[in-house]
């Protein structure tokens, strides 16, 4: 498995991606249903120069965007505490998600190493990462990859039930 930068000619197929995660997602939790993420965000992650893919066979399986140096409200409040108080320089993780198929291969688990690699490289000192409470599976790959359960964050963005349980994970070098 590769992991690298997904770019523009590729948002076909990472469409086909998000929207397979928002039907799974339909069936326990009302995350992902009002329209976000959409084409644009995902094209502006790509812009940005966030969004990686993990590809087996050239084959692009999975997304994740790799978020940091952008100071994001919804994580300036939470209940809990954070094991290392969030900053804009922190890394955080957003629209993760595997193509259905490649369900339980470890995908997953190979973009939250990943993730982690990424962070240690740029002597990024923490990993944050929020999801819905019904998000059970996500909830599992956080636990399954060591991350921390620091609380709850309410996101700004419109929806039924903005509450989030963030995770987060301490880089060390």
Not at 14 to 30: C, D, F, P, Y
Not at 50 to 69: P, Q, R
Request: with cysteine; aromatic share 10%.
């Amino acid at each position: 498995m590769e992991i690298r930068k997904v770019n523009r000619e590729e948002i076909t197929s990472v469409m086909e991606i998000i929207e397979e995660g928002r039907a799974l997602l339909k069936t326990t939790s009302k995350q992902w249903q009002n329209g976000y993420p959409n084409k644009d965000s995902l094209l502006s992650d790509i812009d940005h120069g966030f969004l990686y893919g993990a590809y087996i066979n050239d084959k692009l399986v999975g997304v994740e965007a790799l978020v940091h140096d952008i100071f994001n409200v919804d994580y300036d409040e939470i209940e809990g505490k954070w094991v290392i108080p969030y900053t804009e320089k922190d890394l955080v993780i957003h629209r993760i998600a595997v193509k259905k198929e490649y369900h339980h291969q470890k995908v997953g688990d190979a973009l939250m190493k990943f993730a982690y690699q990424y962070a240690k490289d740029h002597h990024i000192p923490s990993i944050k990462i929020d999801t819905h409470r019904k998000n059970i599976p996500m909830q599992k790959l956080c636990m399954n990859n060591t991350y921390h359960l620091s609380g709850v964050i309410y996101i700004k963005r419109v929806e039924p039930d903005p509450s989030r349980l963030i995770f987060e994970k301490s880089v060390t070098d």
